[in-house]
């Protein structure tokens, strides 16, 4: 038995190549760390002189192929340079909060609280552009300035520089393939303004009086209105909001700055709802996932969010509990502000509402506090107009002489070949019936039905099938399954066949089953050969597992013509007539008509003919 205790072997070179290559998605992201740890620098000074304001420049030489930043921070000595530019994963700001040994951290001395690094790896970033570093700085008046050179190998040299002024410049020695950098200003300045617009320091370019961060953002800020915010907002963002949710709690979690409900409509329910976020100001991402709900995909904005944790890359936030936290805060506020909506600009509401109907009833489906604002402020198409779900309840009061149980009936069509058929059908009548016509709105009347506490609400298709239909809403009686001889002798209309008696002037009534004509078109394509076997299993399955209905049609045995055919027998002229009357029917509410039954259609028209003419010779 033996064992023995070895150190860690790192590979410098490797782990700076890691650092400089691989760590970050983005070429420019180099920039934002050397801003970042300027800014830090500023802070540290600003804690010991509150009267202090700092400032970084940045400046470029094609002629040479290097940018600069510069900041009139805190600087270094030589030891601190030593100890923490050449040390991977310590950096004063990570000392400063919290990270590192007791002894690194009591060799330092400030609060982290305004600092945004805090691993010890930004500095190292430089080397996805550049092949050397060289960082100059100055830490007071009384200490020497030190010089700081890295190449892409393992060893740093240190040695003192002329240096007049407190601070700190990092110079790149650009690489070949990014000299660019160091050519175009644009370049660099929307680098600054993608991750740097709203920091606290300003921040100037190849010596310009005219700082290129906006520093300044209404959202950030206290005692802006909301009609100010809205138009920061509409500039920034190139778009005119909806509405703006300002946004500043601190507890349970600190948030500072503003949503708004875009204009864009997004498709489908699918999209990810992204945020700008931002800690101590430095942008992080412009596109950070899951921190809104998920149903918010037309939300927009930007947040200061300092009690999340950024990411090792800076490129995102750390899924912890204090991102939950600021999850369910966010998912609170923006109810609040909807629900507020709802009880004081309820127009306004609507509006939003049926601009984004798709993906916000869509996502309705899942999210039950969601259905809950819905109720009053979506509205369904509806034989009596376009009606909210609570409008609907108080229209839909069960019969008490045909119903024992629910409180409320509420009707429904989900196919659109029938909208015009039926609101016929209800017209006329006291009762309504909803075309509940789009993918959702069918799941979504039944999640809101069964949302419902306070009373028994049933909601039923508007087919003969469903109970009380026949009685309630067409004013029929004794309605049932026609004789056999009669189903057979219509059964290539492919629909069930009931009769009953109701008002006289109409002598057939038809009515679709979506599912019915969803089966008859598959199976007019099966034998066309035109889909996938693949597909072909998956729909077969699907019908075994949930058969489909046929469409029904009602035969009216009070219609003077109905009444004499089914006295008579289908050996009847009559019979044929009516035969056309169920072809006819059905056709109105929308069936498809198929060979087949074209040609029973003409076999019934030369039948009659025959008999009112006689046979052509």
């Not at 800020?221 to 920034?236: F, N, R």
Request: hydrophobic share 40%; with cysteine.
């Amino acid at each position: 038995m033996w064992n023995r205790r070895i150190p860690f072997k790192v590979d410098i070179a490797g782990i700076i190549e890691i650092m400089g290559s691989s760590l970050y998605s983005r070429l420019d992201t180099p920039i934002r760390e050397l801003i970042q740890n300027s800014h830090d620098a500023i802070m540290r000074r600003r804690s010991r002189d509150l009267s202090f304001q700092g400032r970084i420049d940045i400046v470029q030489d094609a002629e040479n192929g290097t940018i600069t930043f510069t900041d009139d921070g805190i600087g270094l000595s030589a030891e601190e340079a030593e100890s923490y530019l050449g040390t991977l994963g310590i950096g004063i700001t990570g000392l400063l909060k919290g990270r590192g040994s007791e002894e690194a951290r009591q060799s330092v001395s400030g609060s982290g609280d305004e600092l945004i690094g805090q691993f010890g790896i930004g500095l190292f970033s430089a080397f996805m552009l550049a092949d050397q570093l060289v960082v100059e700085s100055r830490k007071s008046d009384d200490v020497e300035p030190v010089r700081w050179v890295a190449g892409a190998g393992t060893e740093i040299e240190l040695s003192p520089c002329e240096r007049d002024k407190n601070g700190t410049s990092v110079c790149l020695h650009l690489k070949k393939d990014y000299v660019s950098f160091a050519i175009d200003p644009e370049m660099l300045e929307l680098a600054v303004k993608r991750y740097a617009d709203f920091l606290p320091v300003p921040i100037f370019l190849n010596g310009s009086s005219q700082r290129i961060n906006v520093i300044q953002a209404s959202w950030f800020e206290s005692g802006h209105d909301e009609e100010t915010i809205e138009l920061d907002l509409a500039s920034y963002f190139e778009e005119t909001p909806l509405d703006v949710i300002p946004i500043k709690v601190e507890k349970p979690v600190v948030i500072e700055g503003a949503l708004y409900i875009s204009p864009q409509r997004t498709p489908g329910f699918t999209d990810d709802s992204v945020v700008a976020a931002t800690i101590r100001r430095m942008v992080i991402s412009r596109h950070v996932q899951d921190l809104l709900p998920s149903w918010g995909s037309f939300l927009r904005g930007i947040l200061e969010l300092p009690d999340c944790s950024p990411t090792a890359s800076r490129e995102d936030l750390v899924r912890d509990g204090q991102f939950a936290r600021t999850k369910a805060t966010l998912a609170k506020i923006i109810y609040d502000h909807l629900n507020e909506l709802a009880e004081k600009q309820p127009a306004r509401l609507e509006a939003i509402i049926s601009w984004h109907r798709f993906t916000i009833a869509g996502s309705a489906l899942d999210e039950e506090p969601l259905r809950q604002l819905l109720r009053s402020c979506y509205r369904f198409s509806t034989t009596q107009g376009d009606l909210t779900f609570e409008q609907i309840l108080e229209r839909c009061e069960a019969d008490p002489l045909y119903e024992s149980e629910a409180d409320q009936v509420i009707w429904y069509n989900a196919d659109r070949r029938q909208e015009r058929y039926l609101s016929d059908v209800f017209d006329g009548t006291e009762t309504l019936c909803v075309h509940a016509l789009r993918s959702f709105e069918e799941l979504l009347l039944a999640s809101m039905v069964a949302d419902t506490q306070e009373s028994v609400v049933d909601v039923r298709v508007a087919s003969p099938s469903s109970p009380g239909f026949d009685q309630c809403v067409l004013g029929m009686s004794d309605m049932e399954d026609a004789s056999a001889e009669w189903s057979e002798f219509l059964s290539g209309t492919g629909a069930k066949v009931l009769w009953a008696s109701y008002r006289q002037n109409q002598p057939v009534m038809a009515f679709l089953n979506e599912r019915y004509e969803l089966a008859k078109t598959f199976e007019d394509l099966k034998k066309e050969g035109e889909i996938p076997r693949g597909f072909q299993r998956m729909i077969d399955a699907h019908f075994e597992n949930s058969p489909a209905d046929q469409n029904e049609v009602i035969l009216n045995r009070e219609h003077r013509l109905v009444k004499r055919a089914l006295e008579r027998g289908t050996r009847s002229p009559l019979a044929n007539v009516v035969r056309l009357l169920v072809s006819n029917a059905l056709h109105a509410a929308g069936a498809a008509s198929d060979r087949k039954t074209q040609q029973m259609q003409s076999e019934d028209l030369d039948w009659i003919a025959e008999v009112l003419w006689g046979r052509d010779t």
